[in-house]
């Protein structure tokens, strides 16, 4: 698989419909993030060729004066954060107006691979979930088994008891029976 980054291409009436302002202001920006040094790829015939990365700074830029930046301070900051080095290592793709197919394409997949990744989330949730009420279910039935082999013992030590107390009384009756015969005896 290729690993070439891909750059979208916007024409100015696209990047002022995408940025929500007026064609001469994205004019009136570039020309002042030119001055200012920031270099916007070109087409044959010399127009600007706005990609994704000149969208982000502009973005910058927009955000930057709505926060109350003086003008020329905000393009400074904005070419002093997005301007780079022109790189012949992507490949361009013009964004024209039947493209949005490709565009709803694109979007439709990036949907199903976020809808792919819940549902994968919601089964790796799902066997976390099992594994645990497994293991409680386990530890729970080992704490059971422990307490009635506890429960026994005591039940044995009580029938135990029961039977020594059983014999001691026996014995105490015995003794006691013994003396009466003791007195008795005695009497004659």
Do not use: C, W
């Amino acid at each position: 698989m290729n690993s070439t980054p891909l750059n979208f291409i916007y024409s100015t009436v696209q990047v002022a419909k995408l940025l929500d302002i007026g064609r001469s202001t994205v004019n009136k920006y570039a020309r002042s993030l030119e001055n200012a040094g920031y270099v916007f790829t070109k087409d044959d015939k010399d127009h600007r060729a706005f990609t994704d990365h000149d969208i982000i700074a502009f973005k910058a830029l927009l955000d930057l004066l709505a926060r109350g930046a003086e003008y020329e301070s905000a393009v400074n900051a904005t070419v002093e954060r997005y301007s780079r080095v022109q790189s012949s290592d992507s490949v361009s793709l013009v964004a024209t107006p039947d493209s949005s197919t490709e565009v709803a394409m694109l979007n439709a997949k990036v949907d199903d691979l976020i809808s792919a990744v819940a549902a994968l989330s919601n089964r790796i949730d799902g066997i976390v979930d099992e594994k645990v009420r497994l293991q409680v279910a386990a530890a729970a039935s080992g704490i059971g088994a422990q307490v009635n082999d506890v429960l026994e013992e005591v039940r044995q030590a009580q029938d135990r008891a029961d039977q020594q107390l059983t014999e001691i009384a026996g014995a105490v009756s015995r003794l006691e029976l013994h003396g009466k015969r003791k007195r008795f005896f005695g009497l004659f």
